[in-house]
């Protein structure tokens, strides 16, 4: 019995854990999707984000209160880092992606340094501290939070990528870039949109973890690594994929860690990575 | 090859003129980075496949060299037993990712970079956390010595070495099947090259190349533990280097490790002592404005330069003959 | 109060006045140049720039003429050695072994250092020591607590701080303590810690002393620091319901850990940390009410009853210094250091290595004249402190009170800390 409330509690603090990394990964992987690249700074946007909502909380806007805030900034944050940047490196070979993000990922993070110095600093006595109990199993309810929000902006992505005309525009461009220029779309535009648009899912991603997480210059590495193998596992640009993946993922590293164990736990998550990209390099729900 | 010489020549006379300590750790590390440089370019520039875990190649030697050592043996066997754990782990792990493309290959690096450090940090007889510290000794059978003149001797033999093994790589039919795999994988398949036994080849003499790298630096350091050999941060150091410098020419490493030496030990130096990760912020604006503006990196933007150069004096010369006739 | 405050307005005006008022003769003395090496730059830089800054007022107060009740402080410059002064020269470890060795080297060779001192961070202490070692120069370290740094067996390698064995040591001093006064028993530990140096040598240290004391551990966790879930850890700690926790965590993961206890209800009769991430100011500020009664390990506090009026006095010239910051464990520590290394070389009464090496290895400074919560200052064969000892805080009101030792306390600790508040 004892066993099976401890199985049963690792499960939900395995699918809570991979609503965190789904939170994070879905921008990722809309950017993916849209322009094939990897945006190796997707962290350090994280670590924006978090830093910008630690500021708004300081001014009195407490960090669910600050979202849409932060939301904002990041989106156009996105579109000028897009207009500025990374336009330029679409034009260049294909390494140029990898190594300008990777270069934004370095300056980025001695930037926070040089601003923010590298201590830890986290919301005052943050909301949502307390406990949700049933059926003799516990949860923070700041976890449960960031869970919905997760859930809540997978669902929104998902329906402006698959009902909206821009969504439509975005899908065009990455089926085929050629053909959707042909047709009259601005691809870069969209580029620029699905940019925009996943440094704002970040945005929101660095609102709700600022609820669990302090931050610190280096703080978005940890959720991007597993970040990108969720993207890769769920498909590079599918967002149900991405969701999928992430809830996988969040089960195999708390498994692993009880029942392997604990800091041997990301072993199995990057096995799985390496595995799918081998057997079956669309991903578990991609389309290429 | 006269750079080379001159490079060879110019070492030579610092390790036996210069008597500042300082500034001859400021050679040894130059030639460390240059070769680490060299091993990252020889899979991620002239195969084109982007390595972000190279440093668990040099983990390989800095542990060997440790191993060894605190096993009473010469530390001469490391060169040898890094070598072959280096190759060994580059074959098994490059069979199945090599024939990945593009980030896929990028970020398999990462989690097999990974899954090593993790395991390291388990392994009782590989130091855990703690690491291993080198007992000191002097000589050449110990492979270490009071005087900063023999470890840059030694580096700059390791240095030649690498280089002439880079200018045999671009003449040689593996250095050309590379090329056409990075040009144009399916049309070099198309004309019966084996992608995955040459990568294989060249992922394998990189991993070499990187584990003597790591000896040496044990030798010289006298500290291997698992933050300053095989972490993440030591992967992206070395990718910073190649990147920097120009991916896939001879001489982009040796440049890219210049700067990284200029910048890493000048600025922290210049402006660090605030502990504000200013050498950072201007590492990463020179990698973002190459990656943008120059992307095959210094030397590349050089070359370009010199070609489009020569091309306006032919083209010159041309329109001079043409003019005449 | 007001006449206690004059009197330190005027004392830290002739402190800092103390340079241009120094005796100064026809023929001055060279300065004698020690050489610090310390993380100036990188992650650890913060830590850094106040250690340069205790280190920095201790070579002032030793060549001023102010006197505390401080070893060399006060007597401008060093008697022994026609009143020269002291002269720290600083090289930047970057938090890194390969800097640090460079920096120690380039101290040595180029600065003439006659001692070093530094560098907090085990990994790169360990380096720079080696160097010294190789140059024949003393080195001294105030402030780092891997405990196989004194186990290396060299020469000229000196250890003011207590190492991590010593404060693991203090947690099962405190336990007996308890026992003996208030009949508590404390019987199965469980070890949580990160996997880096830090923790992993923490978690050995304290299995180690459990066997020899005869205490069961039911439970040894070594987790990444990094991670961004403890659900698998928090369950293991569960199952093996401990009277006791022993954690080595950093801040992020240190509130992970605190929110899954208590989450999950696991509740022990205590919570003993090492330090780290327990006392960074943000971890009361984020917990609140969940941080009462967590206990910490800690080497200084400014609270407990000193045995030296001098604490709170240079804990002002420290403030005037560091914008306001107050002295903390490790600044207190860097600050003997330097007077160590002083009191060595004016016993010394020369700057040869060798002579400097033997007064050192015949330090004896009792612990009412240091900072420190200290028997005193001497040195065994392997360099080793042998004085040194640390205390024991806990959280009780939202502040770091001293509980351990019971002669030093401000209160008395709350035995089993509060249930979680749900």
Known sequence: ??????????????????????????????????????????????????????????????????LPLAVIAMFLFGIIVYRVFVRRLLAGPPEATVFGTFGLLVLMQGLAQAVFSSDFLSVPSPPFAGTIRFAGLAVSQASVVEGCGALILTALLFAFV?????????????????????????????????FGIGAACVGAAGGLLMLSYPVYPTAGVP?????????????????????????????????????????????????????????????????? | MIALGAIVAAGLVTALSVRDAVALDLVFTLLLYAVLGQS?????GYAGNISFGHAIFFGCGAYASALMVTHGLSPWLAIPAGAVAAAALAIVTGFPT???????????????????????????????????????????????????????????????????????????????????????????????????????????????????????????????????????????????????????????????????VVLAKGVALELGGTGKGYDLVIYGAIICVIAALRPHGIVGAIVDGLRRRRGALELGAASATGGAA | MLARRLALALATALTLTALPLAPTGAADPPDIVIGSVLPLTGASAQTGAALRTAQLLAQDLVNGHVSY?????????????????????????????????????????????????????????????????????????????APSL?????????????????????????????????????????????????????????????????????????????TTEVNAEVQKVKAAAPDVIMMASYLPDALLFMRGFKDQSVQPQAIMAQDAGFIDPNFVRTEGKDAEGIFTREVFSLDIKHRN???????????????????????????????????????????????????????NIPGNLTLMPWKNIQFDASGQNQGGSGIIEQIQDGKYETVWPFDVAVSAPIWPMPAWKH
């Not at chain 1, 390496?274 to 389309?287: I, M, W």
């Open chain 1, 1 to 66: 019995m004892e066993a099976l409330t401890t199985f049963a509690q690792l499960l939900v603090g395995g699918v809570l854990t991979g609503l965190v990394f789904a939170l994070v990964a879905v921008g990722l992987t809309l950017v993916y999707g849209v322009m094939d690249v990897v945006n190796f700074a997707h962290g350090e946007f994280l670590m924006l984000a978090m830093y910008a909502t630690l500021g708004l909380a300081l001014l009195g806007l407490g960090p669910l209160l600050g």
């Open chain 1, 162 to 194: 698959e009902y909206t005309e821009t969504g439509r525009a975005m899908r065009a461009v990455a089926e085929d870039r050629i053909a959707a220029t042909l047709m009259g779309i601005d691809v870069q535009r969209i580029n620029g949109l699905a």
């Open chain 1, 223 to 288: 959720f991007a690594l597993t970040a990108f193998v969720v993207v890769a596992l769920g498909g590079f640009g599918s967002i149900s994929g991405a969701l999928v993946a992430a809830l996988l993922v969040g089960m195999l590293e708390v498994f692993g860690g009880f029942y392997l164990s604990p800091e041997l736990k990301l072993v199995p998550v990057y096995l799985a990575y390496l595995v799918v990209v081998l057997v079956r390099p669309q991903g578990l729900l991609g389309r290429r």
């Open chain 2, 40 to 44: 990252w370019n020889w899979i991620s």
């Open chain 2, 98 to 260: 090599l024939a990945l493309r593009g980030h896929y290959f990028s970020i398999a690096t990462i989690a097999v970079a990974a899954i090593v450090d993790a395991l390291v940090r388990t392994q009782p007889w590989l130091g855990r956390a703690t690491g291993f510290e080198l007992p000191i000794a002097s000589g050449w059978a110990a492979l270490q010595f009071a005087d900063k003149g023999p470890y840059i001797v030694l580096a700059l033999v390791l240095f030649t070495a690498v280089q002439i093994a880079t200018i045999a790589l671009e003449r040689s039919r593996l250095g050309y099947y590379l090329r056409a795999l990075r040009a144009n994988h399916a049309a070099a398949a198309a004309v019966g090259i084996d992608e995955r036994s040459w990568k294989l080849l060249a992922f394998a003499w990189s991993a070499v190349i990187a584990s003597c790298a790591g000896v040496l630096y044990a030798q010289y350091t006298l500290f291997v533990d698992p933050p300053s050999t095989i972490a993440l941060g030591v992967s992206i150091d070395i990718a910073l280097i190649g990147v920097v410098g120009g991916i896939g020419t001879l001489w982009g490493p040796a440049v890219g490790a210049l700067v990284y």
């Open chain 3, 69 to 145: 009740p401080l070893p060399m402080v006060g007597k401008s410059g060093l008697p022994h050695l026609g009143h020269a002064r002291i002269k720290l020269v600083f090289a930047d470890s970057q938090g890194k072994p390969d800097q640090a060795r460079a920096a120690a080297e380039q101290l040595i060779t180029q600065e003439h250092a006659v001692a070093l001192i530094g560098c907090y961070t085990s990994s790169t202490t360990a380096t720079a020591s080696q160097v010294a070692e190789r140059y024949g120069i003393p080195f001294l370290n105030p402030d780092s607590s």
């Open chain 3, 150 to 226: 004194t186990t290396r067996g060299l020469k000229w390698f000196f250890r003011t701080t207590p190492s991590d064995a010593t404060f693991a040591d203090n947690f099962f001093q405190f336990f007996g303590d308890l026992k003996r006064t208030k009949k508590i028993d404390v019987k199965k530990i469980a070890i949580v810690g990160e996997d880096g140096l830090f923790g992993a040598g923490a978690g050995d240290a304290e299995e180690q002393l459990a066997k020899k004391y005869g205490y069961t551990i039911v439970s040894r966790i070594a987790y990444t620091a990094t």
């Open chain 3, 309 to 363: 009026h001098a604490v709170p006095l240079i804990n002002q010239l420290f403030e005037l210094r560091f914008s306001g910051k107050p002295l903390d464990g490790n600044t207190a520590r860097d600050f003997m250091g330097v007077l160590v290394l002083a009191d060595a070389l004016d016993r010394a009464g020369s700057t040869k290595p060798d002579a400097i090496r033997t007064a050192l290895q015949k330090t």
